[in-house]
């Protein structure tokens, strides 16, 4: 995938690849690689060429932002996020566009993966198309569900519009084969990004937005597990939820 920021980051500044891998002594085909293929550089080398850039380096390489590596008793625990605001969009996208069978998204609204990768729905169509199997479920805007969390953060009638919003995103989908799109009534306490056997699971924390909450990184590697867990609790709210229909 493309690194545009970089691109838009060196076109700014009138940055050749040749001038900015003089400036951070490596190959020009080093740079062109991390504009055209999304590759990351040493932190080292990052550093410099953000610094050169003036630009921040974890908006040019989220990747780069890591993780806290999990240390708890569960082998499903592949990492802990301090906030959903400190994963970098680059690894959620990744973990989707390596799906195979499966694509599970449960939220309110989440309008922020449309909003940093307008691409989205295109890639869950390119993964539908070969074979994989996805599900949205966004949270009824008209639910006293979704009108109830929104008093609970303090955004009022902020959470409906937003909902309304992704429904307007996803509504594009609704009848692509392979691709089912629904609306939800339910108390959610955690929002859901699955990919296969991998999931990230965003805690819901009273009276603090979605970004603002814990997430860990699941990797299934044991029949009923944390992530079969997360995975049956999917698919409980599914049974509940309302197809949503195409534009």
Same mark, same amino acid.
């Given at each position: ?12 500044? #009138? ?11 490596? $190959? %020009? ?32 390489? =989220? *990747? ?10 569960? =082998? ?54 070969? #074979? ?7 949270? $009824? %805007?008209? *639910? ?30 609704? #009848? ?14 955690? *929002? ?14 009273? #009276? ?5 909450? %814990? ?23 599914? $049974? ?8």
């Amino acid at each position: 995938m493309p690194n545009e920021r970089l691109r838009a980051a060196m076109a700014a500044g #009138g940055w050749t690849y040749s001038a900015l891998a003089d400036k951070v002594e490596v $190959d %020009p085909k080093s740079v062109e690689r991390w504009v055209n293929q999304g590759r990351t550089p040493r932190r080292a080398t990052a550093m410099l060429a953000a610094e050169t850039l003036r630009e921040d380096v974890h908006a040019l390489w =989220p *990747s780069l932002r890591q993780a806290r590596p999990a240390r708890a008793a569960s =082998p499903e625990l592949v990492a802990l996020y301090d906030k959903r605001a400190d994963i970098p969009v680059p690894a959620l996208v990744d973990m989707l566009a390596q799906a195979g069978e499966h694509i599970d998204v449960l939220v309110y609204a989440a309008v922020f993966l449309h909003e940093a990768y307008p691409r989205l729905n295109d890639l869950l169509r390119e993964r539908a198309a070969d #074979g994989c199997a996805v599900r949205i479920a966004i949270g $009824d %805007p008209d *639910s006293p569900q979704v009108r109830q969390r929104g008093e609970e953060e303090q955004f009022g009638h902020g959470i409906e519009s937003r909902c309304r919003l992704a429904l307007m995103h996803y509504r594009p989908l609704a #009848g692509t084969p392979g691709i089912e799109v629904r609306t939800h009534a339910t108390t959610l306490y955690n *929002s859901i990004y699955r990919a296969d056997d991998q999931a990230m699971v965003n805690a819901h924390v009273w #009276g603090v937005n979605a970004y603002g909450a %814990p997430v860990w990184h699941l990797r299934r590697s044991e029949p009923g597990g944390m992530f079969d867990t997360y995975a049956s609790s999917f698919d409980a709210v599914w $049974d509940t939820a309302t197809p949503v229909r195409g534009a």
